[in-house]
Antibody, heavy 120, light 105 residues
Framework: EVQLVESGGGLVQPGRSLKLSCAASGFTFSNYGMAWVRQTPTKGLEWVASISTGGGNTYYRDSVKGRFTISRDNAKNTQYLQMDSLRSEDTATYYC?????????????WGPGTMVTVSS | DIQMTQSPASLSASLGETVTIECRAS??????LAWYQQKPGKSPQLLIY???SLHTGVPSRFSGSGSGTQYSLKINSLQSEDVASYFCQQYYDYTFGAGTKLELK
């Protein structure tokens, strides 16, 4: 059974950093591209970042470029999202998601999410 | 950027009824569309990919159709467990629709 479990969320002040982790199990992690997607009641679902199977290719939405870094450790079956210079508009539930086995078009499994609140 | 307009925003239907949710893209997305179901307090789950392909384990009462800029999700014979929000997502820059909240009448 595919399982994705996020951790690392919490309350953080604007301008500070936070690192999310996603532990994967139930599939060959190194065969799949991975992603982070966030959700707020006002903006809805927003794709944040994606990473290729080996980690050599990364992709970001414009609003987080230069502030967020996606990475993965295939030996630990874990992906990460390092979030720096956090802003109030980054407040959201962050989901770890697995890309389809192919051109990374959609997300076929999601974790339960972890809440990030950016506030002073 | 490709914009996705989803309608209706909310929908109330009776058990056994057929419901249809629509997504319109601002330009041709060549069937590059997925549909997700999100139950209250849970994460989204993939229902349909490539506009009309059913994801593994999804009941056959769910179906997707469309082409070009117009796409739809149909739920036949509505069940109580289908109460949820539904979202479309286009492939090109991963933009999601705003969602449709489906409730029982």
């Amino acid at each position: 059974e595919v399982q994705l479990v996020e951790s690392g969320g919490g309350l953080v002040q604007p301008g500070r950093s936070l690192k999310l982790s996603c532990a994967a199990s139930g599939f060959t992690f190194s065969n799949y591209g991975m992603a982070w997607v966030r959700q707020t009641p006002t903006k809805g679902l927003e794709w944040v970042a994606s990473i290729s199977t080996g980690g050599g290719n990364t992709y970001y939405r414009d609003s987080v470029k230069g502030r967020f870094t996606i990475s993965r450790d295939n030996a630990k079956n874990t992906q990460y999202l390092q979030m720096d210079s956090l802003r109030s508009e980054d407040t959201a539930t962050y989901y770890c998601a697995r890309h389809d086995l192919g051109p990374y078009w959609y997300f076929d499994f999601w974790g339960p999410g972890t809440m990030v609140t950016v506030s002073s | 950027d490709i914009q996705m307009t989803q309608s209706p925003a909310s929908l109330s239907a009776s058990l056994g009824e057929t419901v249809t949710i629509e997504c319109r893209a601002s330009e041709d997305i060549y069937n590059g569309l997925a549909w997700y179901q999100q139950k209250p307090g849970k994460s989204p789950q993939l229902l349909i990919y490539n506009a009309n392909s059913l994801h593994t384990g999804v009941p056959s009462r769910f179906s997707g159709s469309g082409s070009g800029t117009q796409y739809s999700l149909k739920i036949n014979s509505l069940q109580s467990e289908d109460v949820a929000s539904y979202f479309c997502q286009q492939y090109y820059d991963y933009t999601f629709g705003a969602g449709t909240k489906l409730e029982l009448k």
